[in-house]
């Protein structure tokens, strides 16, 4: 059947989360704690996060259980739509067949409600009353605060300071779900209140923005903190998004070759490409490409190295590709992607050759944005169209060598809130951000002695 859209049904939805580390032959490195180096355990993580997810963070099950409360939240958009990119396809006159997940069609806007709402739903269930958060571009902080609203709980929004004043709708919108919204560095925290009293006019970062959302969850009775990627966990929750599409995918008759997603900490690449991978790794052809932008090139040029989460140091050390976490990368539009680290799990997988890693310049990546825009109609968030530019290089390397390839993507979410980078680039005043192998060597210096 030709069909455009694959939709399923509700009762269609998968019950289970898949997790990637029943199969894998050798397990990833272990996170260590900074102080004694040794591995870290259950005990080290209670100040910040509920034990059901501290136990999703280690646990061997290839499936989880996925509670019906969660069922029932993730019905609000699940299943989300798989569509063929017909019109896409033609216009490239590719043999290709490309086809994507799209995960814009949530209340927020992205994937990241599919770990909101179910780290929300535990912290709830163990009594919890108020999470926190840091968030840059505003889709995480959409999506916690969305969550905490379904379940009930207080959410405090560390908002990066620049992007509190340049993206006032995304804090609109945080505010609009009863979130408290506050731009970092603030004077909440003794993290914040340092940093301002030494560089009052800073624009912060999402370092200063974890160590206050952090510092505010451990000083705190009824709280706890919430990280919106990286962590094993949140990719757990992601995989919804892969196995979905597999079902689909099925439906329409086809196989991915290749999938595709783009990379901040990981989470919606490894939420589409896990399932996959799975069956990779019981000998099936498959490639899986993970995208990052040039300007934060972490899985493409990062030394594998243990480093902390943060630029303050207050997360254990996470063995991971890594620019340093003393690294800022450029202002680029794709917020989401900016980040000097990656998921260890992911890392894991690249190392292993089991995944692909590449990075492109941003002018190339909003110029497939706009090809994509033209023809599937939908405006793509700028992190997004990092995968659409790899989808449309595979297809038209696939014209090239004359191959029907089979091409699926992550559209991570949609670009309504990005309309100033798209006026940028409409006035031809979007610049690529150059990333000097000077200023890669400075930030990899200051790891030395980071873990040795
Ligand atoms: C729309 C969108 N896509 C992708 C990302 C990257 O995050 P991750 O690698 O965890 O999917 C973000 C992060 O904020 C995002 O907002």
Not at 56 to 75: G, T, W
Not at 150 to 175: A, G, H, N, T, W
Not at 190 to 204: A, Y
Not at 413 to 426: I, M, N, Q, T, V
């Amino acid at each position: 059947m030709d069909r455009t859209k694959i939709i399923l049904n509700e009762s269609e939805m998968p019950r289970r989360w898949y997790n990637i580390m029943a199969d894998l032959k050798t397990p990833p490195m272990p996170v260590l704690h900074p102080g004694t180096l040794d591995p870290i355990g259950p005990e080290d993580l209670v100040p910040i996060f509920p034990m059901a997810l501290i136990e999703q963070e280690v646990a061997q099950d290839r499936f989880i259980d996925i509670p019906n409360e969660i069922v029932e939240a993730y019905r609000l958009w699940r299943p989300t739509p798989l569509i063929r990119a017909k019109r896409l396809e033609r216009a490239l006159e590719t043999p290709a067949r490309i086809y994507f997940k799209h995960e814009g069609v949530s209340p927020t806007g992205s994937h990241k409600p599919n770990t909101a709402v179910a780290q929300a739903f535990y912290n709830a269930k163990e009594g919890v009353k108020r999470l926190t958060t840091e968030t840059g571009a505003g889709q995480w902080g959409s999506a916690l605060s969305f969550a905490c609203s379904l379940f009930d709980l207080d959410c405090m929004v560390y908002m990066v300071k620049v992007s509190y004043e340049q993206k006032p709708y995304r804090k609109i919108m945080m505010q609009t779900w009863d979130a408290d919204v506050v731009a970092s560095p603030s004077m909440h925290t003794n993290s914040g209140r340092e940093v301002l009293k030494n560089q009052p006019k800073t624009s912060g970062s999402l370092g200063i923005a974890i160590s206050e959302a952090v510092e505010d969850a451990v000083a705190s009775d009824n709280a706890k903190y919430s990280l919106g990627s990286v962590l094993n966990h949140v990719l757990l929750h992601q995989t919804v998004i892969g196995l979905e599409a597999k079902d689909q995918m099925e439906t329409a008759g086809d196989y991915p070759d290749v999938v595709i997603g783009c990379v901040g900490g990981g989470s919606n690449f490894s939420g589409i490409a896990f399932p996959y991978i799975r069956d990779k790794l019981a000998g099936r052809n498959l490639r899986a490409v993970a995208v990052e932008p040039t300007a934060c090139p972490t899985l493409t040029r990062g030394v594998f190295a243990y480093d902390f989460g943060d630029t303050a140091k207050l997360t254990p050390l996470l063995p991971m590709f890594t620019l340093g976490h003393s690294f800022v990368p450029p202002a680029i539009h794709a917020g989401g992607l900016r980040y000097h680290g990656g998921s260890p799990l992911l890392c894991d997988l690249v190392r292993k050759r089991l995944v692909e890693a590449r990075a492109y310049d941003q002018t190339d990546v909003f110029d497939a944005a706009l090809v994509f825009t033209r023809t599937e109609g939908i405006l793509p968030a700028p992190e997004s169209a990092h995968a659409i530019r790899a989808a449309i290089d595979e297809a038209t390397d696939a014209k090239n060598q004359g191959e029907e390839r089979v091409i699926l993507f992550c559209l991570s979410g949609h670009g309504h809130f990005d309309l100033s980078a798209y006026h940028a680039y409409l006035q031809g005043q979007l610049e690529d951000a150059e990333f000097p192998d000077e200023a890669l060597h400075r930030a990899l210096e200051k790891l030395k002695g980071v873990s040795n």
